[in-house]
């Protein structure tokens, strides 16, 4: 019967688990965030809308994404929209 290997020479030298505590998202999750405001509770709600309304929605959304650096999505213009509307 052989002897088990020696595996002295295989054991690393930092620790495996060091990659966790020095990752980008783990960076990113210890600092610290803003607490968002209370959430709003949203429903789904679906239209049909004629094509040049949503060919519209699509460009202020492309438009307003590049000319402010973030996303801006079409249920937010929707929204703004119904809200400017309804006067809420």
């Known amino acids: 019967m052989k ?16 990659f966790l505590e020095g990752g980008a998202a783990d960076l990113a999750s210890k600092t610290e965030q803003p607490q ?10 679906i239209f049909r809308l004629p094509i040049d309304l949503i060919n519209e929605l699509k460009r202020q959304s492309y438009e307003q994404s590049m000319k402010t650096g973030t996303r801006v999505t079409e249920t937010e213009l929707v929204e ?5 509307f309804f006067k809420i």
Do not use: G, S
Request: glycine residues 0%; aromatic residues 4%.
């Open 3 to 18: 002897a088990k290997p020696n595996i002295d020479q295989f054991n690393p030298v930092k620790n495996p688990d060091a």
């Open 36 to 45: 968002p405001t209370a959430k709003v509770r949203r429903e789904q709600k």
């Open 80 to 84: 703004q929209a119904l809200k400017a």
